[in-house]
């Protein structure tokens, strides 16, 4: 392939909310700055760290190419910190989106699975979005997941389990996952994810996740109907999310499909990566991909649109706007790189970006925005030498030492051919690592993101900057 797709106040608050469960060295360093943010935008990138941003670069822009993002003044390495369940302090070194995303909104280090609670001990910690609501802000959540799935969820939620999110997920019988039976109202909880996002009364939410909203809850009304009849008005499609126009505090909800929408690209014929044959000549390659459009993304809108509408409608009003907050997430690049799919991990890479365009557009005129762009954990895919770097030096024995997963070869426009190894897993889903995520930041507050900080400082980060003048 020869070419690439080209796509597009004073506030009071009660203690406990104000003090948190985070590191408090950034914040303290931002408030002897007098940095504050009326808005802040944070993007995600699931599954991001240097390696994935790497091959997104090199196949959109070529070897001296770079994101949006990439120019911010203030960049960081995160420290991405997991703990066990059992005692809730000894290390697990490779997290999931449910214990990093839990870091990121809450400032706590927790254990696998936990959305927004503290492992072991099981407690609710305020998350950024609900101190951000309780300071009269308003609130949003964007992603190309569910709105019920781990990294939305961790803004708006408290559950032990990432996987209750519908009502019918609670007793862990729907789908052989487990479940969160102490987390029902009946049990004195909060009820499923579906039914918490239902009452936190965030102004718009898009994303996927029909499914989850569609159950009914424990207290017998579906909770999609409930939302409705509680003032979100619905859409479904682009068109419907394009003609929505903000009307005082009227609630958006955008529901674009059952769970995790398509991806903007896929690979020709559907194809993913492949696994690399050996044969007494030395390795067989699969055929390079060919990135396209993918048809079954349909009529639904782009990150970007539905970043344009969540800010055009947070930002309603104006000046008389007190200001808000807003998460992005961009999800499929964790998803489709499990699924060994390099296609839809560039796309999805490269709408993150182009949100983040979005945002930097409306900072232009909205000075006092911070805008934080960054990942929960870091993903196994990496580029590899093609051919191997061994093969000149073993001229008579050609056969190179490939990891046991699959390789992926793509053709940038810039030239060459990048081969990316799914190295950790040949026939099921390809793994997360361990490793330390990027932030990037602009606006008021963004100083503090300097050097190498911990994934749990970006709460006090952003907890900071909200503070009102």
Not at 26 to 40: F, T, Y
Not at 228 to 239: D, E, I
Not at 404 to 423: D, F, K
Request: with cysteine; glycine share 10%.
């Amino acid at each position: 392939m020869k070419s690439h797709l080209k796509m597009g106040g004073c506030w009071s608050l009660p203690l406990f909310l104000l003090l948190g469960l985070a590191n408090a060295t950034p914040a303290l360093a931002l408030e002897e700055q007098g940095n504050r943010a009326k808005n802040i935008i944070l993007f995600i990138g699931d599954g991001v760290d240097a390696h994935q941003l790497t091959i997104a670069r090199a196949y959109l822009y070529g070897q001296d190419g770079s994101l949006s993002f990439d120019q911010f003044d203030h960049q960081a390495s995160a420290r991405v910190r997991t703990v066990s369940d059992d005692d809730g302090t000894t290390p697990v070194y490779v997290p999931d989106s449910a214990s990093t995303g839990s870091a990121i909104a809450s400032g706590i280090v927790t254990s696998r699975g936990r959305i927004g609670t503290t492992a072991k001990t099981d407690r609710d910690v305020p998350t950024i979005l609900e101190i951000a609501q309780a300071a009269g802000r308003r609130t949003g959540v964007v992603s190309t997941a569910s709105i019920t799935d781990a990294t939305p969820a961790v803004f708006m939620a408290h559950t032990s389990v990432r996987f209750c999110q519908g009502p019918r997920d609670m007793d862990g019988t729907s789908a052989g996952l487990p479940g969160c039976p102490k987390d029902t109202r009946a049990e004195g909880g909060s009820g499923s994810i579906a039914e918490q996002i239902a009452r936190a009364q965030v102004d718009v939410l898009l994303g996927g996740g029909t499914r989850y909203l569609s159950q009914r809850g424990e207290d017998g009304e579906i909770v999609l109907e409930q939302m409705t009849k509680g003032g979100y008005q619905l859409v479904k499609s682009a068109k419907e999310l394009a003609a929505f126009t903000p009307n005082g505090r009227q609630r958006l909800l955008g529901l674009f499909g059952n769970s995790t929408l398509p991806t903007e690209w896929a690979g020709e014929r559907g194809r993913f990566a492949e696994e690399v044959k050996l044969s007494e000549e030395g390795p067989i390659y699969p055929e390079p991909i060919t990135c396209q459009p993918n048809p079954l993304f349909g009529k639904r809108p782009t990150l970007v649109e539905m970043t344009k509408k969540a800010i055009a409608t947070l930002a309603h009003d104006g000046d008389r706007s007190e200001g808000f907050f807003l998460m992005v997430e961009s999800a499929s690049i964790d998803k489709q790189a499990h699924a060994m799919n390099p296609c839809g991990q560039i796309g999805e890479t490269l709408a993150l970006s182009d949100s983040v365009k979005v945002a930097m557009k409306f900072a232009q005129s909205e000075k006092d925005t911070l805008i934080i762009v960054t990942s929960d954990h870091g993903h196994a895919p990496q580029l590899i030498p093609y051919p191997s770097l061994f093969v000149a030096f073993a001229p008579d024995n050609p056969i190179p030492m490939y990891p046991p997963g699959r390789v992926a070869l793509l053709e940038p426009a810039a030239g060459g051919v990048m081969a990316i190894s799914y190295g950790t897993n040949a026939k099921y889903l390809e793994e997360h690592t361990g490793t330390a995520i990027p932030v990037f930041a602009q606006g008021p507050g963004a100083a503090a993101v300097k050097g190498l900080i911990n994934q749990s400082d970006l709460f006090s980060i952003m907890k900071a900057a909200l503070a009102d003048q």
